[in-house]
Every structure is written in structure tokens, then in C-alpha cells.
């Protein structure tokens, strides 16, 4: 048997340490940040609430259909560390994605350090590990143990010691009492050993390696026969989750399960010996093999039995109903997926993985051929000991392991996208392999010079190519139509030079220098994108259906829905007592945020039981039925409960594929899907959603606001009715329809300038709605301030590149000041050309700008040219002591208003900027990047104040006290998120920015009344 023996001398292993240290905290560091913010979704919401349940009562019943309960009872002990919360509700998963980068350390022995080393970075950065990592599911603790059995496995492969197998049994039994999918991977890992000690060994070193794959198949094959019952009772058409108590079939099926435990015992006593057979390998006997069993029946028992509180109906549904009921449920299909699903999604998400590792695999299979090649350079190897044949048994058995997985989940009847874990975890562990032997021929016998410059070049290729692609050459004759196809030409000339350049290259270098070149300039690309769209779809629209990861997704609007209830419930004397009343369509996720509220309740279908409830929320299918007990007393508004990705690749046939390839709209559709997650379609009109609707006791929803900042008074409160919209604007203008609008103010002509944050431009509009002019496009970053001086110029907060735009009345560039950063002096002062995030912008009567520094908690003065005038703030105290300031009014007397937005108060100042009066806002409770407060004020001093959050306006009398609320109905009935707020004096209008509706709102001033 060959063995690898040459080992590595120190310097060789000293990047090590360090660069395990980096991977085990980054892959900690993103897996936790933020971990809380996305809502839960249904079956999230379900995990987190059967935990809390095991947790604050001590009941759980093992049911098939919402898998193993090893995941609740970890939770449960995580609330009772810490506290139960989104975050801690994922805290869990968090730690099991960061182990299985750990664990990787151990595969050094078999990727070599390099290769382990890159899966690990793989995993860490790879969407469907990351995404799934901060999510309350089974599968990435089934990735983990799988990992660690098929550690075991191979450990036990080279050595025959028992040891490896505890490990193996260990990590199956945790597998089996978490998802019942395991039984699909010991299907492939059991399948892939029988077939091992089947073989014909051509050495004694062989016949040793046939005997240790029949120990593991043996022993693998009978911990897990018990499980076939579930099988038996489908066959025999009993119910494998039946639990009726005297039911006579629970004695038939207790024979069947004995039938199988003797099964399993006689196949144990046939394949390991009563002692050490002289003169083998072979360590492992009956007895050891007794003592396995007995260790993974009893994880077995004691955890589906809720550690013996439910031994009869945990024992059946844990033996017989695991693989029974899901045996049932193929034929069901629930999802509904065609076959092809998984290469949809891992196209949008996985095509680094796919992609490398694929590769990786037919390079290997192809070399394998060979019995002298060596995956791995022993020169690469942390240990001396590891045999040659062992590690080329296990590159096959991971392509076996990558390919049996795809055919596996595609061939199975319920298709979700969190099954992409198991089907992703082999392919990075190749992909691992083939990108740390790509670079280390890139640093060794390729010059490092010559590999970047041929991987730019092909970085330049696939850019060009991807424009030639997403091009519509030839579609017309007018100007537009024009320069397209002048682009498109461009691009080609452009490729066609590249490609002479890396033809010429690669003549110089050799073929396999080229091709390594290029291999590592598309590894370079790939993995670039890899990331962006990791980030994206963890961090950005996580909780948005635009992510097809992201499925049955409790929308935004649960958190507004939890925010506004807990504004309602902070003045009641019985404070979270609250009595709240939800149906059988929304009690999922709302079962898991209403845990706190001991008199919230579910309805079901019966409205008579949600009768005088102060809060009511019902789905459409109850709506009628309800519609007579909160027909009076009551306001509403509408959220979406959940919402699902676009599906329409489900009638994809090869035919209507390519035929649609061939169209530009459809290759620009698919590359806006791709790069963007964009669909054409607003969110407020999105077709696959569920809504809820929330009633509110018209006396609970005028309740006064909180307590006010100190040394500020109570003010009174009054109501008046909610006006209707007059006019609703939402382009397109110039091509493009309104996007993410932030602010906006009327000029002095009665123009009206709008801040398209979302287009990252400005628009100015005649006051009919026409356009008259589109401002700052490809120089603006998500505008969220715009005011015009007396000299017409136009000046705009250009929030994300931290400067203050000016452009004349025409449109044209003049000039722009600030720095982005929050850059502060010794004393903690940030300094004077810094603007972090700035906002809000108002002119004085003497022509001075103020800007909300939002991210720098203070207000700028500038003069016309951008020369510092002075500041306001920050301040540790109050009244100067601003929480992200971000909008600006000033009233006719020359004072001006601050939105406050993170205090919940507006803020009075003077001509000098100093503080004269202040009140609270009963709202504002949303600390959401997107949910900033607009201000405006009318001639009348009646002050208006968005509440982003809560889809509503209020109207403030000059004095604080709450007038009235206008609620802002929303697009295609979802919830509104008004920002930006202006005052049109000369036609006596409001005008309100829906920001995510992407619409102008018009409404008719306030009128108080008497």
C-alpha cells in the first residue's frame, strides 16, 4: 500500500493557524450579523413557537411532518440561556454553519490544507450555506453531522479502529433525530460502501479495505433498519402515524419493528466476529457492534419519546411515522416544482459551486484513471500517515456523493429550496479541491504575471460577452435603437480584440498555461459574484420574494404590524395585556410574535370569538364573515402576510426556451433576474401573496403619544376624519417609473422636485404632472434631500456619496461639496466637510442651506457655495441632543422644524437655531434604513409628519397637539410607506411620496375642525 510520507516542514504549515482563525470568524461574523431582522418564515415561525413551547411548559410531541426534535429541544435550552427572540431563535443554526467550516480542518487529510482550506472559505461565502446558516431549519444541522459521519466513515476506511466508528454512529444518530432526509444520504454513503465490499480485492491491502466498507455498510445498514417499519406500514396501507390509544395494530406494528431489530441483530452477528480475527485489521466485534447499536437507539428513544414524557406515540411516530409519512408524501409533490427546480435556483445562487466542482469532478474522474495520480501533492499534506488509496476512494465517493444527491432531491416529490444545502455541500468540497490546486499552479509553474494578465483578459471577455448577450442590435431606426446597436458593436470589436490578445498570449505561454489563465480568471469572476450575491440575499432582501431562496416569507409588514400593537398597548394600563384576536390565516408567524401577549388569541374561523376585541386581524378567506362585528368603531389597514417568488419557469419547456433566448427582451429579463433579483414587477403589485388585514377600536388608535422628552408638555388630541386621495402620480418619466421616491419640495415657480432616490436621480414636474425635467442621473447615489434657493438653483443631499449637489434650473452641474464618513477630532467632533448620510435640506431667509448630517447627528449650515456657516449638535443632552435628524420645514415665521426621527420628536428651533419647543410623535418606532420621516408645514402652521412605517400622515396643530391622521392607502392594496412630504400653497395641496409604492400622492391641505 503506498503511503504519503513526506511531511511538511514548518513554513509550509505556518499560514495555517492564522488562516483557520480568519475562516472560523468570518463564517461566525456573518452568520450572526443582523441575525434578527428578517421576519420568520411559516415554518420558522413554527420551529421557533414548538420550541418556546418545550421551553415555558415543558410539551412537545414529536410529529413527523415538522421533523426530528432535536432542533427544539436545542432552541429550547438557547431561550432558556439567553432569551427567546429572532435572534436567538437562530442562534443556534448561526453556530452549526460556523462548525461545519471547523470541521472542514479535518478533511485536510484527504483535500489536502489548500483545498480544505478554500472549501471552508466556500462554505463560508456560498449563498444556500450562508442563507441557511441564519434559519431556523433542520438541514444545515443535518449538513453538519453529515460531514462528521462521513468523516468517520473514511477514518474508519484507513484505520478499522472503533473509535471512528462512535463517531460515524454518533453523528447518524443526531442526523436521524433532526431531519428525515438522512435516510437520502444513507442511502448514498450506505450504497457506495456495499458496492466497495462487493469489489474483488487485487491485494492483501485491498481485501482489508473490502472488509472495513462491508463493516460500514453493515453496521450503517443495521442502526437504521428499525425505520423500515414506516416503509412496511405504507405496504400493508396502515397509518404510520397512528397513535389512537388500544389500537390493535399497535401490537402488529410492534412486531414488525421486533422483526427488524432481529433482522438487524442477525446481520450484526454474521458480520463482526465474537473476538479479533488473528492475523486482519480488524478490531471490531460483536460486542462493539452491540454497544452502537444500543448507543444509537438510545439518542433514538429518548428524544423522540420527549425524554420518556410520550413513550407509546414517540416511539410510533418516531420508528414507523419518520420514513412513513414522508414515504406519503411523495406522490403529494407539495411545491409543486418541476424536476428541474434545483438547476434553476442553483443557477441564480450556486454557479460557483456548480460550476468549479463540477469541473473539479471530471478532471478527477478523468486523472483517477491512472493509478499512480495523486489528488493531492504530499507536499500539501498535514499528516505522514494517510494512505494514497484512501484518499482516491474519497474523491470518488464525493463525485458519487454530488451526483447521487442532484438525482436524489430531483427524483424526490417535495421540491424546497432548502434541500439545495445537501445537494451544494459535495460540490464545494470539489470545488475546494480544484480552486486550491488551480492557484497553486498559478503561483508555481505558471509565472504569476502572465496567469493575471491572462485572467484579466478573460475577466474583460466575459463582461463583453454578457453585454453581447443582454444587447438588441438592429431593433429600429430612431436614436435609442441607434446607439444600442452602436454599443453592441463596440462590445463585439472590443471582444474580438481580447480574445487576439489571449490567442497571442497563449501561444507565447502554452495551451495549459492559457487554460489555467482563463481557469483562474473565471474562478476570480465566479467567486466574485458568488459574494455579491450572498450579500444581497442575506443582508439586503432577505425577507423579500424576490429571493427565491427566501420561500413563504413572512413579509416586512409583520414587524410594522408588531410595532403598531406595541404602540397601542405602552398607554393601556394593562400594557402587553392587550386583547387581540387572530384567525387560522394568519396565526402562523403571528403564534410565535404574540407569544408575550398572554390575551392574544386565536379565532380560527369563528368571528363570534374575536367579537369587541380591541385588535383583530383576519386573512381574506374569514373577511366576510367578520365584516359585521367591525363594520363600526373600527379603522384597518392592510399588510401582506406572506409572498413567494416568481414561478414561471414552471411551464418551461426546451422549445419555448429557446425559442425565448432569442428575443433581447427575454435575455434583458433574464439578466435583470439574475444580477438585480428584478422582475419587472413593483412589490406593491406582486401576484403570489397572502394578506391580512388588521382592525384597530377607533378609541385605542387616537390614544395620546408616549411621554414626553423632558421639559416638554402634554398637548391634546384631537381627530378628524381620514381624507380621500385627489390625484396619485407614478410616472414613467423619461422612461423609467418612479422608484424608492425619498422628498421632495415645491419650487417657487409651483414646479414640484422629487428626490427618485431608487433611480438615483431627480425629477422636476409642472404642477400638472408633467415632467419637465430628469436631474443627476449616473451622478447621484439614492438622493433623500432636494431644495430649490431664490436664484432657482437646485440643490440635492446626494445621501450615499456623503455631498451636496447644485445644478441651475436647467439641469446643468455646477458644483458639489461634502466627504462621506463620520471622520471626528480628538474631542469626538466630526469634522466639517464630513457628511455621513445627509438628508434633509431648508433655506433661510438669508440664504443659508441647513442640512440634517443624519449620520452625524447634527445639522450643517452652509452658505450658497458650500463654505461652513456653523453646526447644531451633537450634544449628549437635550435640546441639542439629536438621534438620526433626518428632514427639515421651516413655517412662515422662520422657524425651523427637525424630524428627530430616533427621539420620536419633532423640534422647534429659531432664526438662530436654537431650541424653543419640542413635542413627541406617536410613532416613529422604526429604526429601518428606509423608514425616515418627511416634515412639511402649510400657511396655517399646521405641521405634517410622515410615519413611514405605519402607512400614515399626521397633522399637527402649531402648538403639538395631534390634529388628525391620514392614512395612505396603499398600491394594490399593500401597505403605503409615505416619506417625503411638501406643501404645494398655490393649489392648496399635500403632496406625499409612497416610497415603496413608488408613487405621488396628492391630497387636499388640513382643515381643522371646529
Known amino acids: 500500500m503506498t503511503q504519503d510520507t513526506a511531511p511538511r516542514d514548518a513554513a509550509a504549515t505556518a499560514w495555517e493557524g492564522p488562516a483557520w482563525t480568519i475562516l472560523i470568524l468570518a463564517a461566525l461574523c456573518t452568520r450572526l450579523y443582523d441575525l434578527g431582522a428578517r421576519v420568520m418564515t411559516h415554518d420558522e415561525s413554527i420551529h421557533a413557537f414548538t420550541s418556546f413551547q418545550l421551553f415555558a411548559q415543558g410539551l412537545y410531541r414529536h410529529d413527523p411532518a415538522y421533523h426530528g426534535p432535536l432542533i427544539y429541544h436545542v432552541n429550547a435550552a438557547v431561550y432558556h440561556l439567553f432569551g427567546a427572540t429572532d435572534f436567538t431563535a437562530r442562534l443556534a443554526p448561526a453556530a452549526a454553519g460556523t462548525a461545519i467550516v471547523g470541521a472542514l480542518w479535518l478533511f485536510r487529510r484527504y483535500l489536502g490544507a489548500a483545498g480544505a482550506a478554500t472549501a471552508a472559505g466556500l462554505v463560508t461565502i456560498t449563498p444556500t450555506m450562508l442563507f441557511y446558516s441564519r434559519h431556523i431549519r433542520e438541514d444545515i444541522y443535518v449538513a453538519l453531522f453529515t460531514v462528521l459521519w462521513v468523516y468517520g466513515a473514511f477514518r474508519y476506511l484507513e484505520e478499522r479502529k472503533a ?196 469541473v473539479a469532478a471530471v478532471v478527477l474522474a478523468w486523472r483517477m484513471r491512472h493509478r499512480a495520480f495523486a489528488p493531492v501533492s504530499t507536499a500539501d499534506l498535514p499528516l505522514a500517515a494517510v494512505v494514497l488509496p484512501a484518499r482516491r476512494t474519497f474523491f470518488l465517493f464525493t463525485i458519487w456523493w454530488a451526483l447521487a444527491s442532484w438525482g436524489a432531491y430531483a427524483w424526490a416529490g417535495e421540491r424546497m429550496p432548502w434541500l439545495l444545502t445537501h445537494q451544494v455541500l459535495p460540490l464545494l468540497l470539489l470545488a475546494g479541491w480544484g480552486v486550491a490546486q488551480l492557484f497553486r499552479s498559478a503561483g508555481t509553474d505558471v509565472p504569476r504575471r502572465e496567469t493575471f494578465l491572462i485572467a484579466a483578459g478573460m475577466t474583460l471577455a466575459v ?46 505561454a502554452g495551451r495549459s498555461r492559457l487554460i489555467r489563465g482563463l481557469a483562474f480568471g473565471a474562478v476570480l469572476v465566479l467567486g466574485l459574484v458568488t459574494l455579491r450575491a450572498s450579500l444581497q440575499l442575506a443582508y439586503v432582501n432577505y425577507d423579500l420574494a424576490t429571493e427565491p431562496l427566501s420561500y413563504a416569507q413572512a413579509s416586512p409588514d409583520i414587524k410594522r404590524i408588531l410595532r403598531r400593537i406595541e404602540a397601542l398597548s405602552d398607554p393601556t394600563p394593562a400594557g402587553s395585556d392587550l386583547r387581540i384576536a387572530y384567525d387560522d390565516e394568519s396565526s402562523w408567524p403571528l403564534l410565535w410574535y404574540f407569544r408575550n401577549y398572554p390575551n392574544a388569541r386565536t379565532w380560527g374561523f369563528q368571528p363570534e370569538f374575536a367579537q369587541s376585541a380591541p385588535v383583530i386581524l383576519v386573512g381574506d378567506k374569514n373577511i366576510d ?119 421632495l419640495t415645491v419650487a417657487s415657480d409651483g414646479a414640484w422636485v422629487i428626490a427618485d432616490g431608487g433611480n438615483n436621480r431627480v425629477l422636476v414636474l409642472e404642477a400638472d404632472g408633467s415632467l419637465r425635467a430628469s436631474v443627476g442621473q449616473g451622478q447621484l447615489k439614492e438622493p433623500w434631500g432636494v431644495a430649490v434657493n431664490k436664484a432657482d438653483e437646485l440643490f440635492v443631499a446626494d445621501t450615499w456619496n456623503g455631498q451636496i449637489q447644485v445644478f441651475d434650473a436647467r439641469g446643468v452641474f455646477q458644483r458639489k461639496w461634502g466627504r462621506f464618513g463620520q471622520h471626528t477630532d480628538a474631542e469626538g467632533v466630526p ?140 398600491a394594490d392594496q399593500l401597505a403605503a410607506r409615505p416619506t417625503g412630504l411638501a406643501v404645494d400653497l398655490a393649489q392648496r395641496k399635500l403632496l406625499v411620496l409612497d416610497h415603496r409604492g413608488g408613487r405621488l400622492v396628492v391630497f387636499p391641505l388640513h382643515r381643522r375642525v371646529r
Open 163 to 358: 473509535r471512528w466508528l462512535y463517531v460515524l454512529t454518533v453523528s447518524m444518530a443526531l442526523s436521524f433525530i433532526t431531519k428525515e432526509s438522512s435516510s437520502i444520504f444513507g442511502a448514498i454513503i450506505g450504497g457506495f460502501f456495499a458496492v466497495a465490499a462487493i469489489r474483488r480485492p487485487s491485494s492483501a491491502a485491498a481485501a482489508n479495505a473490502r472488509d472495513a466498507a462491508a463493516d460500514l455498510t453493515v453496521l450503517m445498514f443495521t442502526l437504521v433498519l428499525p425505520f423500515a417499519a414506516g416503509p412496511v406500514y405504507v405496504l400493508l396501507g396502515w397509518n404510520p402515524v397512528d397513535r389512537t390509544p388500544g389500537n390493535a395494530r399497535l401490537f402488529a406494528g410492534a412486531g414488525v419493528v421486533a422483526a427488524l431489530v432481529a433482522a438487524s441483530a442477525v446481520a450484526g452477528w454474521w458480520q463482526f466476529p465474537r473476538r479479533p480475527r488473528a492475523g486482519t485489521d480488524a478490531a471490531v466485534t460483536r460486542w462493539d457492534w452491540a454497544k452502537l447499536m444500543a448507543f444509537f437507539w438510545v439518542i433514538q428513544v429518548t428524544m423522540f419519546t420527549g425524554l420518556f414524557t410520550n413513550p407509546v406515540g414517540g416511539l410510533i411516530t418516531g420508528i414507523a411515522g419518520s420514513a412513513g409519512y414522508w414515504l406519503g408524501q411523495h406522490d403529494v409533490a407539495r411545491g409543486s416544482q418541476p424536476w428541474f427546480y434545483y438547476f434553476i435556483i442553483g443557477g441564480l445562487y450556486e454557479f460557483l459551486a456548480i460550476l468549479a466542482g463540477g
Open 625 to 743: 364573515a367578520l365584516q359585521p362585528y367591525v363594520a363600526q368603531g373600527y379603522e384597518s389597514q392592510r399588510y401582506v402576510l406572506y409572498w413567494w417568488p416568481i414561478q414561471d419557469y414552471k411551464t418551461l419547456t426546451l422549445a419555448n426556451l429557446w425559442s425565448s433566448l432569442q428575443k433581447a427582451e427575454f435575455r434583458e429579463y433574464l439578466w435583470q433576474v439574475f444580477s438585480r433579483r428584478n422582475y419587472g414587477i413593483p412589490l406593491a403589485q406582486w401576484p403570489l401573496r397572502r394578506e391580512i388585514q388588521m382592525f384597530v377600536k377607533t378609541d385605542l388608535a387616537t390614544r395620546s403619544a408616549p411621554s414626553a422628552w423632558p421639559g416638554e408638555a402634554r398637548v391634546p388630541i384631537t381627530s378628524s376624519a381620514s381624507p380621500e386621495p385627489q390625484r396619485i402620480l407614478a410616472g414613467p418619466f423619461d422612461g423609467l417609473p418612479l422608484r424608492g421616491p425619498t422628498s
Open 831 to 970: 469634522g466639517e466637510e464630513w457628511l455621513y448620510g445627509p438628508r434633509g435640506l431648508v433655506f433661510t431667509d438669508a440664504g443659508a442651506l441647513i442640512v440634517a448630517d443624519t449620520g452625524n447627528k447634527r445639522l450643517m449650515i452652509f452658505d450658497a457655495t458650500g463654505k461652513t456657516l456653523g453646526s447644531v449638535g451633537p450634544s449628549s443632552t437635550p435640546p441639542e441632543y439629536f438621534d438620526e435628524p433626518v428632514s427639515l420645514a421651516r413655517d412662515a415665521n422662520g422657524t425651523v422644524l427637525v424630524a428627530d426621527a430616533w427621539n420620536t420628536r419633532i423640534v422647534r428651533l429659531d432664526s438662530r437655531l436654537n431650541t424653543i419647543a419640542s413635542w413627541r410623535v406617536p410613532g416613529w418606532a422604526s429604526r429601518s434604513a428606509e423608514d425616515k420621516p418627511g416634515l412639511a408645514v402649510d400657511d396655517a402652521g399646521f405641521v405634517y409628519a410622515s410615519d413611514p412605517a405605519e402607512g400614515r400622515v399626521f397633522v399637527f396643530a402649531p402648538g403639538g397637539g395631534l390634529e388628525a391622521t391620514i392614512r395612505i392607502p396603499g
Open 463 to 508: 463582461v463583453l460577452v454578457a453585454g453581447l448577450w443582454r444587447g438588441a442590435p438592429f431593433s429600429g431606426r430612431d436614436l435609442a435603437a441607434a446607439a444600442a446597436t452602436a454599443g453592441w458593436w463596440i462590445r463585439l470589436v472590443l471582444l474580438a480584440l481580447t480574445v487576439s490578445i489571449l490567442a497571442v498570449w497563449g501561444r507565447h
